[in-house]
């Protein structure tokens, strides 16, 4: 009898007994496999699936929740402030983690880096390294230095092998990189395949549950961005850590897109040296001192999860010989690029259509919050004019979401935001208060303020 198979999508798993072009689960082409099925358990009754249920069970018996032992388990700090913080202040023993990112964005390192200093704080560690030859780890170690060299490693891609070895190793933390390069003996389907990627993570979820091992899962992501693999790996670890940067830039951000054990608002920012990732413990101060202040340019007083950043955002206005005219956003989203866009057209007196517009976030980070629209228009108007924004050698601050009626809307946590940029001196800021409610209103207080200098100059 041929084996039977299955045919599952890789985007979100969906399984279906025939092969479609689109997936019939979350409307994706082309991203059904074909997968063979477990064979039956031998003596197991019935065939196929149905052999699993019918076991004869014991019934469990519940326990209230007050009863339920839960010793209170100290958190290993990775000596990586970021990353603590983004986990939700350390790792949580037995937990599982789930890094993602780009192709050498600094998945290896930041792991590495992290065994390395839980090792120097005495806890037993352990890398499994599934991409790399032992070789090009320890080169790696060696340029991380600190205590990247006293981290034991295993090369091996066999779950089963991986499996024995924590399990006689029993380490505190285990760092499986990647996960999509392990194999599971008993499955068909190349490594990384949806069933395998599966039934690895599932397993190696059972160690570190019963073995309280704490595993960290280097994981790779799409083109897209998304985690490779199902999502069913996404339900199944405890905290889902996203690695992201473009790799030209120096600056790397950490969040947190899932987290059993902490809060999803906590991003690191790190910068990637010759010695691995740096903390940017005070990422605003760096922005703000890097920030140009010529046309164009405007900080913007962010949210970053629960911590305020300052952010340069940088804007160009050029005439445009093509049409429809270019529209290139880097860290903002297009769509609320063509948003502001349009309000500053109807509602500020400043109609773009004929020319190019470039607007970038210095230094590689994202931001995705409404409350960066003002600042865009402010440095997209300042670029069209090519009046430079800032008073007194300091580069002009803002924050605020715009209305389609040219309204400024308030955003959470302005205090925190005004208090940021008190600390380093931005003031004032311009933001939805008293003073400015709307769009216009604004652009006259910071185009006025700042031709104010340029007479004075
Ligand atoms: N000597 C160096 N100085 C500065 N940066 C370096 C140096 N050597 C490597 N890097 C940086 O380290 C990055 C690779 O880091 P790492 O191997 O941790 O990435 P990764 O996310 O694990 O990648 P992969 O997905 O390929 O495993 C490179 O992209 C490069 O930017
Ligand atoms: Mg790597």
Same mark, same amino acid.
């Given at each position: 009898?041929?084996p039977?198979?299955?045919?599952?999508?890789?985007?979100?798993?969906?399984?279906?007994?025939?092969w479609?072009g689109?997936?019939?689960?979350?409307?994706?082409?082309?991203?059904?496999?074909?997968?063979?099925?477990?064979?039956?358990?031998?003596?197991?009754?019935?065939?196929?699936?149905?052999?699993?249920?019918?076991?004869?069970?014991?019934?469990?018996?519940?326990?209230?929740?007050?009863?339920?032992?839960?010793?209170?388990?100290?958190?290993?700090?990775?000596?990586? !402030?970021? *990353?603590? /913080? @983004?986990l939700?202040?350390?790792? &949580?023993?037995?937990? =599982? +983690?789930?890094?993602?990112?780009?192709? #050498?964005?600094?998945?290896?390192?930041?792991?590495?880096?992290?065994?390395?200093?839980?090792?120097?704080?005495?806890?037993?560690?352990?890398?499994?390294?599934?991409?790399?030859?032992?070789?090009?780890?320890?080169?790696?170690?060696?340029?991380?230095?600190?205590?990247?060299?006293?981290?034991?490693?295993?090369?091996?891609?066999?779950?089963?092998?991986?499996?024995?070895?924590?399990?006689?190793?029993?380490?505190?933390?285990?760092?499986?990189?990647?996960?999509?390069?392990?194999?599971a003996?008993?499955?068909?389907?190349?490594?990384?395949?949806?069933?395998q990627?599966?039934?690895?993570? !599932?397993? *190696?979820? /059972? @160690?570190?549950?019963?073995r309280? &091992?704490?595993?960290? =899962? +280097?994981?790779?992501?799409?083109?897209? #961005?998304a985690?490779a693999?199902?999502?069913?790996?996404?339900?199944?670890?405890?905290?889902?850590?996203?690695?992201?940067?473009?790799?030209?830039?120096?600056?790397?951000?950490?969040?947190?897109?899932?987290?059993?054990?902490?809060?999803?608002?906590?991003?690191?920012?790190?910068?990637?040296?010759?010695?691995?990732?740096?903390?940017?413990?005070?990422?605003?101060?760096?922005?703000?001192?890097?920030?140009?202040?010529?046309?164009?340019?405007?900080?913007?007083?962010?949210?970053?999860?629960?911590?305020?950043?300052?952010?340069?955002?940088?804007a160009?206005?050029?005439?445009?010989?093509l049409?429809?005219?270019? /529209? @290139?956003?880097?860290?903002?989203?297009?769509?609320?690029?063509?948003?502001?866009?349009?309000?500053?057209?109807?509602?500020?007196?400043?109609?773009?259509?004929?020319?190019?517009?470039?607007v970038?976030?210095?230094?590689?980070?994202?931001?995705?919050?409404?409350?960066a629209?003002?600042?865009?228009?402010?440095?997209?108007?300042?670029?069209?004019?090519?009046?430079?924004?800032?008073?007194?050698?300091?580069?002009?601050?803002?924050?605020?979401?715009?209305?389609?009626?040219?309204?400024?809307?308030?955003?959470?946590?302005?205090?925190?935001?005004?208090?940021?940029?008190?600390?380093?001196?931005?003031?004032?800021?311009?933001?939805?208060?008293?003073?400015?409610?709307t769009?216009?209103?604004?652009?006259?207080?910071?185009?006025?303020?700042?031709?104010?200098?340029?007479?004075?100059?």
């Open positions: 009898m041929p039977k198979t299955v045919f599952v999508c890789s985007q979100c798993g969906n399984e279906s007994p025939k479609h689109r997936c019939p689960g979350c409307g994706e082409w082309n991203t059904m496999v074909e997968e063979r099925l477990p064979e039956p358990v031998p003596g197991g009754s019935g065939g196929g699936g149905s052999s699993l249920g019918r076991r004869s069970a014991k019934a469990a018996r519940p326990v209230p929740l007050e009863q339920v032992e839960a010793p209170a388990l100290a958190r290993f700090q990775t000596g990586i !402030g970021e *990353l603590d /913080r @983004v939700g202040g350390g790792i &949580v023993p037995g937990s =599982l +983690v789930l890094i993602g990112g780009a192709p #050498g964005i600094g998945k290896s390192t930041i792991t590495g880096g992290a065994l390395g200093n839980l090792a120097a704080a005495g806890h037993s560690v352990l890398y499994v390294s599934g991409e790399e030859s032992p070789a090009q780890v320890r080169l790696r170690a060696e340029r991380l230095g600190g205590h990247a060299l006293s981290v034991p490693i295993v090369a091996e891609t066999d779950l089963e092998t991986v499996i024995a070895t924590l399990e006689a190793e029993r380490p505190d933390v285990c760092v499986v990189d990647s996960v999509q390069t392990l194999y003996g008993g499955l068909t389907g190349a490594p990384g395949s949806v069933g990627v599966r039934e690895v993570a !599932g397993r *190696l979820m /059972r @160690v570190a549950k019963e309280q &091992v704490a595993v960290i =899962l +280097v994981g790779h992501v799409t083109k897209e #961005g985690l693999g199902p999502r069913v790996l996404e339900h199944l670890v405890d905290c889902v850590l996203q690695f992201e940067g473009e790799r030209e830039r120096t600056y790397r951000t950490l969040r947190a897109l899932k987290n059993r054990f902490g809060s999803t608002n906590e991003v690191g920012v790190f910068e990637m040296r010759e010695r691995g990732l740096v903390e940017v413990e005070d990422a605003s101060s760096r922005f703000v001192e890097e920030a140009t202040r010529g046309p164009g340019s405007v900080v913007l007083c962010a949210m970053e999860g629960s911590r305020p950043l300052l952010v340069e955002v940088q160009l206005v050029a005439p445009s010989e049409v429809p005219p270019r /529209r @290139v956003a880097n860290g903002v989203d297009r769509n609320r690029l063509a948003l502001v866009l349009a309000v500053l057209a109807r509602h500020g007196g400043f109609a773009l259509g004929s020319s190019d517009v470039f970038s976030v210095a230094g590689g980070v994202r931001v995705d919050e409404p409350g629209d003002l600042a865009i228009a402010l440095a997209l108007a300042s670029a069209a004019n090519g009046v430079p924004l800032g008073t007194g050698g300091r580069p002009l601050a803002a924050f605020g979401e715009l209305g389609l009626s040219g309204e400024l809307r308030y955003v959470a946590h302005a205090d925190r935001r005004l208090a940021e940029a008190a600390k380093f001196g931005l003031e004032p800021v311009l933001s939805p208060d008293g003073s400015a409610r769009l216009r209103q604004a652009l006259r207080r910071a185009i006025d303020g700042a031709e104010r200098l340029v007479d004075a100059a």
